[in-house]
């Protein structure tokens, strides 16, 4: 054995016959470890990010004999000599990981005492491969043998983590055993491991991921609105649906096309053509009319309704006529099609084949062939189905790079914001402005509260951008049930509704009383989008977006009760949401972490690290368990009817100060663009504490180029005052009370800074 200590800075390579290890710092808490057998190396997989945001990191290295220790303040790794092992050392000195030894495509370690595992793989769908209902093993907790991958619904990552670490490896699938106090990952993809090490709390450890494997481009600010999804559509239709979304002031964003806007199968490339009257043998030929030459779409933009449409990774080896197709041949000549044999499709129940999207030439192929319906006004991706492959290899990365056929083409050919919804998640496929959703899931209580658990566990595999068949795609769910999922919804990184053929997810069809439910849902989301935006930027910073499970926010108090509650979550770091999942309630449980608690509709105060019995009305359905933080701040907006519909010159900032400072960075763009990426963005930082005298609130010096049309921010300050100072002068001020109590009203000038002390 050969040991060639610290060659670069913050590097070890550690030599043993031919076998190689390869220990370097990539940031001052995260340490990379690569494993050669017999000196061999392998191309890296699409988990790691081709451009990763670390360097290396110079790191004090020392060998005392025995062992050769590389540290930093925040993480220490010691690299043992006789036999090759190593430990993984937080600040504290003792190690969380121990005993550690690499082979072909596995590692294993001692684990220690912290025994919440979180990661792996999402929560699998009734019927699929466990019982959800009956194994425990599909909370958010990992333990016992866990695979990384994904399948419809559901997500997977070569990513474990407790509240004080994490490991990630490199890999396209592997299986994960937490058995006792031993980690094991094995079957990895690569013979030589690639493996990170993170030290630090979950969010920390989601950052880091974000640094290694990328973080999601900023949403287009449309999508983080109301978005109605359906089957079963015609232009008439939809404009009829648009038409009455309007006339309620029920707020809508956009509409999303099911297979209906295809002319799918029709001649050579059907599966990408609007079907309207310039089709080939269309059975149906006048569904939209409009389409192909974008008047369709033009008319829906002008109402404030963006259009996406469905995708399916597959082409039909024949046409209506029974002729092979121009396409499936091309398809064939290149070697495009996916390794697997034929297959009818249920559609149109012809043979198909699905495209290979690992093959750049695929990909560039595919948006070559999109890019006319993407001119047209499909200015957003639903892809469907790519992960259908019973019986044949199934590759974790044929969504990510099916999507990533559309991101790549669509940023060639323009600075418009893309967006896509995918039927599953692998880590990696975040880069490409990959959103998922869970499935076909159906209607019901139990469904519903399905969707939360696998919500937080995919979440908490690094898709932040998550989204459900709101209401269920099957079934016709009652009025309460959709009421109530509809005020789920409005809590969830993307709201969407959709249903299979022939029902319907619209608010009034499902009666005067859930329609007016589900109308406040979506105005308060609308309400609430200045603080939802902003939380989107956060994500694009540091991989941790808007909604969070109480163990991120909590570590420190996550080996109790914390790690147990699937039903409710963090939105934002400043409200905490408990949607009601049963029905008929007239109580929810609610845990309410440390800390001071307010009921956001009702003004009552709570002390937290407590479960407490919320009433709730079991024949309206119109009240949420909705807690606010103390030492909160929220920007809110007046709600509008769609995203855009007026420049928004006047936030509201509702400010809930605390004896601990809070801040809160508020943040706005052009929402469609990537100007962004080169500093066309909007920037302030909000913060606020109680103090001796009072309360001050501080609004620091803006950041960006970009000038929204933002005029003033109207300060709400939750604490009393007798007098008030703004950048150190007295200020005549509203000072009043509401349902919370206290209120002093302050407007200040937005993008300058500002300093308010309340006496």
């Not at 599909?138 to 399948?151: E, I, M, P």
Request: glycine letters at 10%; hydrophobic letters at 40%.
């Amino acid at each position: 054995m050969t040991l060639l200590a610290c060659v670069l800075a913050g590097q070890l390579v550690a030599q043993d016959g031919r076998d190689k290890l390869i220990v370097r710092f990539v940031a001052p808490n995260v340490v990379r470890v690569h494993y050669e057998p017999d000196g061999f190396t392998s191309p890296q997989t699409l988990v790691l990010s081709p451009h990763p945001n670390f360097v290396n990191v110079p790191a004090a290295c020392s060998y005392d004999g025995t062992a050769y220790r590389l540290g930093t303040p925040q993480l220490r790794v010691t690299v043992y000599t006789h036999p090759i092992r190593i430990d993984v050392s937080g600040n504290a000195g003792t190690p969380f990981l121990s005993n550690g030894s690499f082979s072909r495509g596995s590692l294993r370690f001692d684990h220690d005492a912290n025994g919440n595992f979180y990661g792996i793989d999402g929560f699998s769908l009734p019927g699929s491969n466990v019982d959800v209902h009956q194994d425990p093993r599909n909370g958010v907790l990992r333990f016992g043998g866990r695979v990384a991958a994904n399948a419809q619904g559901d997500g997977g990552a070569p990513l474990v983590y407790t509240t004080t670490y994490g490991m990630l490896v490199d890999s396209n699938g592997g299986d994960f055993s937490i058995d006792g106090p031993s980690l094991r990952f094995s079957h990895g993809s690569r013979a030589d491991v690639d493996a990170f090490f993170i030290a630090g709390t979950p969010e920390d450890v989601m950052a880091a991921v974000g640094a290694i494997s990328g973080t999601p481009p900023m949403s287009p600010k449309w999508t983080l609105g109301f978005l109605n999804s359906q089957w079963g559509t015609t232009e008439p239709l939809v404009r009829g649906y648009v038409k009455t979304y309007r006339e309620k002031q029920i707020p809508l964003d956009a509409f999303i096309l099911d297979f209906d806007w295809k002319a799918w199968g029709e001649d050579d490339y059907g599966e990408w053509r609007w079907n309207s009257t310039s089709g080939a043998g269309n059975v149906d030929p006048d569904k939209f009319p409009g389409g192909a030459s974008g008047r369709f779409a033009n008319e829906m933009a002008a109402q404030g309704v963006r259009l996406a449409g469905i995708l399916k990774p597959r082409i039909l080896l024949t046409n209506s006529q029974g002729e092979p197709t121009q396409a499936a041949a091309f398809a064939t000549s290149r070697g495009f099609w996916y390794p697997e044999a034929p297959y009818p499709d249920y559609f149109s129940k012809r043979l198909a084949r699905d495209i290979d999207f690992s093959k750049a030439g695929a990909r560039r192929w595919f948006w070559q062939h999109t890019l006319p319906a993407y001119r047209s006004g499909i200015v957003g991706f639903w892809n469907d189905e790519a992960d259908m492959h019973d019986g044949f290899a199934f590759d974790n990365f044929q969504f990510a790079n099916m999507e990533r056929a559309l991101y790549e083409g669509a940023r060639s050919s323009g600075n418009t914001r893309v967006w896509s919804l995918n039927r599953n998640f692998y880590l990696g496929a975040q880069r490409y402005a990959y959103a998922e959703w869970s499935g076909d899931i159906s209607f019901g209580f139990d469904s519903m509260l399905d969707q939360s658990t696998r919500m937080l566990s995919t979440i908490d595999l690094g898709e932040v951008k998550w989204s459900m068949d709101t209401g269920g795609f099957f079934g016709t769910p009652t009025p309460e049930n959709y009421a109530r999922w509809m005020q789920f919804a409005a809590f969830v990184p993307i709201m969407r509704v959709h249903c299979t053929l022939g029902q319907h997810r619209q608010p009034w069809y499902f009666g005067p009383a859930a329609e007016q439910v589900a109308k406040r849902a979506i105005l308060l989301r609308h309400t609430l989008l200045p603080y939802i935006y902003s939380y989107d930027r956060e994500a694009y910073e540091r991989n941790v977006g808007l909604v969070r499970p109480l163990f991120w926010e909590y570590p420190n108090d996550a080996t109790d009760t914390i790690p147990y509650v699937n039903d409710e979550w963090m939105f934002g770091k400043w409200l905490l949401v408990a949607p009601v999942f049963g029905e008929g309630q007239a109580h929810r449980s609610v845990f309410l972490p440390p800390g001071t608690w307010i009921d956001y509709f009702r003004g009552k105060q709570y002390s937290g690290k407590q479960w407490i019995s919320y009433r709730v009305n079991p024949d309206t359905w119109n009240d949420v368990p909705l807690f606010i933080r103390a030492g909160a701040i929220i920007p809110t907006m007046v709600p509008q009817q769609y995203v855009g519909e007026h420049p928004v010159r006047e936030v509201t900032v509702d400010v809930f100060p605390s004896r601990a400072t809070s801040d809160f960075e508020y943040y706005d763009d052009d929402g469609s663009t990537y100007a962004y990426e080169s500093g066309a963005y909007f920037k302030q930082r909000i913060s606020a504490q109680l103090t001796v005298e009072g309360a001050r609130v501080t609004f620091g010096a803006p950041a960006g180029t970009y000038k929204p049309a933002l005029a003033q921010y109207v300060v709400r300050i939750h604490a009393p005052a007798k007098t008030v100072l703004v950048d150190s002068t007295p200020r005549r001020t509203q000072i009043t009370k509401d349902r919370y109590g206290a209120v002093t009203v302050v407007r200040v000038t937005a993008g300058v800074r500002h300093s308010i002390v309340l006496r």
